[in-house]
């Protein structure tokens, strides 16, 4: 069975550091990586996915996420942090299965300090 | 944004009532899902749709059921809710007819059963 896991529950950050949200997955087959980010009382927005080439994907916002087979993790990474920022942040792993249905983490909640 | 309308967007009910939520999509995908939000469990899917009277159960599809009489609507159904089920309920739709597609959110309905 597939599974997600955001070690994180809460992360706080000053305005300006750099961010590095964790995400660690079990699937069996070639994993489909999505970092979605949830503003309150908003719908999810999708920020970057991964399927297949270069480990390292960018995306909206300035952020990144880089691949790693070996360790299972697919880590979400900004070089500076604004306060807009601040939400709640999911990891999902999918693909590859009928329906394409997406197995989500848990999410980590983002605060950025002035 | 993928042209995805959500109803109600809140509703308040008592237990033993039925609720019905309605998902409206303009760009006519294939594929649709229902998505349940509930703090730490990330999001969690209920039902599917694959086209047209076609669906398919997921992670938590007891005391749920859904219909898709239209391609453009996707309707979501508790039968006789529970305080259980009270929970932020996502709709999203799957681009292209890959395993390699993006799934895209609705604003959700946040649904209170008393």
């Known amino acids: 069975a597939q599974s997600v896991t955001q070690p994180d529950i809460h992360i706080t950050v000053s305005e300006g550091a750099s961010l590095e949200l964790r995400c660690n997955y079990s699937y069996g087959a070639t994993p489909y990586l999505f970092w979605y980010v949830q503003s309150p009382g908003q719908g999810l927005q999708l920020l970057l996915k991964?399927?297949?080439?270069?480990?390292l994907v960018q995306g909206i916002k300035g952020f990144e996420a880089e691949f790693k087979r070996s360790q299972s993790s697919f880590n979400l990474r900004k070089p500076s942090v604004h306060w807009s920022d601040a939400a709640e942040y999911f990891c999902?792993?999918?693909?590859?299965?009928?329906?394409?249905?997406?197995?989500f983490g848990g999410g980590t909640r983002l605060m950025v300090k002035p | 944004d993928a042209g995805i309308t959500q109803s109600p967007r809140h509703k308040v009910t008592e237990t033993g009532t039925p609720v019905t939520l309605r998902c409206h999509q303009t760009e006519n995908h294939r594929y649709m899902y229902w998505y349940r939000q509930d703090p730490g469990h990330g999001l969690r899917l209920i039902h599917y749709?694959?086209?047209?009277?076609?669906?398919d159960k997921g992670e938590v599809s007891d005391g749920y059921s859904v219909s898709r009489s239209k391609t453009e609507d996707f309707l979501l159904t508790l039968e006789s809710a529970t305080s259980s089920q009270t929970s932020v309920y996502f709709c999203?739709?799957?681009?292209?007819?890959?395993?390699?597609?993006?799934?895209?959110f609705g604003p959700g309905t946040r649904l209170t059963v008393l």
């Open positions: 999902a792993v999918g693909g590859g299965n009928a329906g394409n249905m997406l197995t």
């Open positions: 999203a739709i799957s681009t292209g007819t890959g395993s390699t597609d993006t799934q895209y």
């Open positions: 749709s694959y086209g047209v009277k076609d669906t």
């Open positions: 991964y399927f297949s080439g270069d480990t």
